[in-house]
């Protein structure tokens, strides 16, 4: 039998395709070797949230007496947090399993290869489990992982990444994370709630590389005043067991703690499935496509982090959607103008469209509409945290070109501004745009 579709990898981009394809009529095989749901669903995304979540209900709990309700001697357990977030994971990695069935998409667990084409199939041919399958069109997802860098006796040392973080039912007493992006920021903020004595060190002068710097920096200032230690433009030398060496400007300093948490970043999984075979174009570290996700091969696709372009579920979502479009005869792009980026702390710190800084690089002249999130009566009411803020970037014709805000919930805000940058949409039409009374999401149509 020939499949219209086969599908390596079945987490965010690999299982949005294989329904997206199955329901439209396409005969398609999904493999995954590991879970379903990949990296997101499993140890990425969905489990990051669970816990932070109970971190923030914690915080609440603890500062319940500003909402006047007494709520004395508040605890936590953390190997029921980590249980909680087991059960979740469960549940919906279930629910893709059902979604598969229903789309007829048929799932083969274990780790796929490719074989040189033609071969058996003469078209696209796939080995798994000692059986080979052929199609008409592959599509690659095997997603990313941990970057783990060659510092002198990280090796030899007990360390954490974000995996075995997820995985652990005691508190450290102190916790050194090594890069301060957005799972280490995430993880930071996780700890530091739970009473461990968090520090981050980064190798660049301001936490979380690609936000707009400004706000970056007032949630590190949030930050810091819940106790969390930064060391910016601070690299690490060498680890020796629990003690790290670092150097700031040729100063070398040497910290003790009880953990270390590594998370300088994720690179493609482009080896151990036979790439080789295809041989296609890379771009960088991932794997080259064009704006219909097409490799260098026409009948091989990739969405996702394979690509190694943007590193987040929801493109690899919007990629997978763009990929099976064009199988089924549709020309829709993707499109990189509006993907939004969120830092889930408490507060959160949410982005989409250009910052700043990629402004200046490209010479674009724009205003800032800056505004305290105190403006909104929400965000007031709620007694939400910090100093949050709400920084539109408009360009000479009215246009927006980026939104950023810090403040809670951030993340649920963006998606209005992601609209409007897609669209193409000027200051002006969006101002006229009915945003309900009272939600923080005013905040947007004040500040313009
Ligand atoms: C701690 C953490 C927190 C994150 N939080 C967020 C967040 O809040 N929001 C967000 O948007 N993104 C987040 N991400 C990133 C997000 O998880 C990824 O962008 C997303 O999972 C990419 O989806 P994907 O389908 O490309 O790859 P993956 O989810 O990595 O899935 C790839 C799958 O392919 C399988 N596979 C690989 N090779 C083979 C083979 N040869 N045969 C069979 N199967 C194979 C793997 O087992 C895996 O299941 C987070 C990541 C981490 C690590």
Redesign the pocket.
């Known amino acids: 039998m020939i499949y219209d579709l086969a599908i390596?990898?079945?987490?965010?981009?690999?299982y949005t395709a294989a329904e997206l394809a199955g329901k439209n009529g396409l005969k398609t095989i999904l493999?995954?070797?590991?879970?379903l749901g990949?990296?997101?669903l499993n140890?990425?995304?969905i489990p990051?949230?669970t816990l932070l979540y109970s971190a923030k209900v914690y915080q609440t709990a603890k500062d319940a007496t500003k909402y006047a309700i007494s709520c004395e001697n508040v605890t936590f357990d953390l190997p029921k947090i980590i249980a909680r977030k087991t059960k979740i994971v469960r549940k919906l990695t279930a629910g893709i399993r059902a979604k598969m069935n229903e789309a007829g998409v048929e799932t083969v667990m274990g780790?796929?290869?490719v074989q040189v084409q033609g071969t058996e199939c003469k078209v696209q041919e796939i080995a798994c489990n000692g059986q080979i399958y052929c199609a008409s069109k592959l599509l690659l997802?095997?997603?990313?992982e941990t970057i783990i860098p060659p510092i002198p006796g990280l090796k030899e040392t007990d360390f954490w990444t974000?995996r075995e973080a997820l995985e652990n039912k005691g508190v450290p007493e102190s916790l050194l994370i090594i890069g301060g992006g957005v799972?280490g920021i995430e993880f930071a903020s996780f700890f530091n709630t739970l009473g461990t004595q968090v520090i981050v060190v980064e190798m660049l002068d301001e936490i979380l590389p690609g936000m707009d710097k400004e706000l970056s920096a007032l949630l590190r200032n949030e930050l810091t005043k819940k106790g969390i230690e930064f060391h910016l433009s601070t690299k690490v030398v060498s680890v020796d067991n629990r003690q790290i060496e670092i150097e700031k400007a040729g100063e070398k300093n040497i910290l003790e703690v009880s953990k270390i948490l590594l998370s300088v970043g994720?690179k493609p999984?482009l080896t151990?499935?036979g790439l080789e075979t295809l041989n296609p174009e890379l771009f960088r570290n991932g794997l080259k496509v064009n704006e219909y996700m097409q490799t260098s091969h026409a009948d091989v696709y990739a969405?996702?982090?394979?690509t190694g372009f943007s590193?987040?579920?929801?493109t690899?979502v919007r990629e997978a959607e763009v990929a099976v479009g064009h199988i089924l005869g549709k020309n829709e792009k993707m499109s990189y103008k509006a993907i939004p980026g969120?830092i889930?702390t408490n507060p959160e710190i949410a982005s989409v469209g250009k910052t700043e800084e990629v402004l200046q690089t490209e010479n674009v002249s724009y205003t800032v509409k800056q505004l305290p999130m105190a403006y909104s009566g929400r965000f007031v009411a709620e007694n939400e945290q910090g100093n949050g803020v709400c920084k539109i970037l408009e360009g000479e014709d009215g246009t927006i070109l980026g939104v950023h805000i810090l403040g809670n919930p951030a993340s649920e805000i963006i998606v209005i501004a992601g609209i409007a940058i897609e669209k193409g949409l000027k200051a002006e039409e969006l101002k006229a745009m009915i945003f309900p009374h009272p939600t923080v999401g005013e905040i947007i149509k004040e500040a313009l």
């Open positions: 390596i990898g079945g987490g965010p981009a690999g493999f995954e070797k590991n879970n990949g990296i997101c140890e990425g995304c990051t949230k780790e796929a290869g997802c095997t997603g990313s974000s799972i994720r999984v151990g499935f969405c996702g982090d394979i590193l987040l579920a929801h690899a969120v889930y």
